[in-house]
Nanobody
Framework: QVRLEESGGGSVQVGGSLRLSCAASGYSFSGTCIGWFRQNPGKQREVVARIGTDGPSKYYTASARGRFTISHDSAENTVYLQMNNLAPGDSAMYYC??????????????????WGQGTQVTVSA
């Protein structure tokens, strides 16, 4: 059974940084695609960044590129999202999700079957 646990969220001021972690248990990230998504109440869950662990290949949305970095630590079986220069628009619940296969084939939340419970990020001016 896949278990994903996010951590690292919190409240920061504009321009601050946070590093989110997604730790897996009962599951290896090897040969998988892992995505970080975010969602606000009443809005759709949107992808922020994805990483394919065989490569690795990394993909970012326009809003994340240049500010966020996704990475994978195979020894820790953990995926990270380093977020710098945070803005109020980055405030959301952040989720990690995973599936087997290549990231190039899976770009939307609906493509990922396994999810964590989320970690809240709040950016204030």
């Amino acid at each position: 059974q896949v278990r994903l646990e996010e951590s690292g969220g919190g409240s920061v001021q504009v321009g601050g940084s946070l590093r989110l972690s997604c730790a897996a248990s009962g599951y290896s990230f090897s040969g998988t695609c892992i995505g970080w998504f975010r969602q606000n109440p009443g809005k759709q869950r949107e992808v922020v960044a994805r990483i394919g662990t065989d490569g690795p290949s990394k993909y970012y949305t326009a809003s994340a590129r240049g500010r966020f970095t996704i990475s994978h630590d195979s020894a820790e079986n953990t995926v990270y999202l380093q977020m710098n220069n945070l803005a109020p628009g980055d405030s959301a619940m952040y989720y990690c999700a995973t599936r087997r296969g290549r990231c190039t084939d899976y770009k939307t939340a609906e493509s990922f079957p396994s999810w964590g419970q989320g970690t809240q990020v709040t950016v204030s001016a």
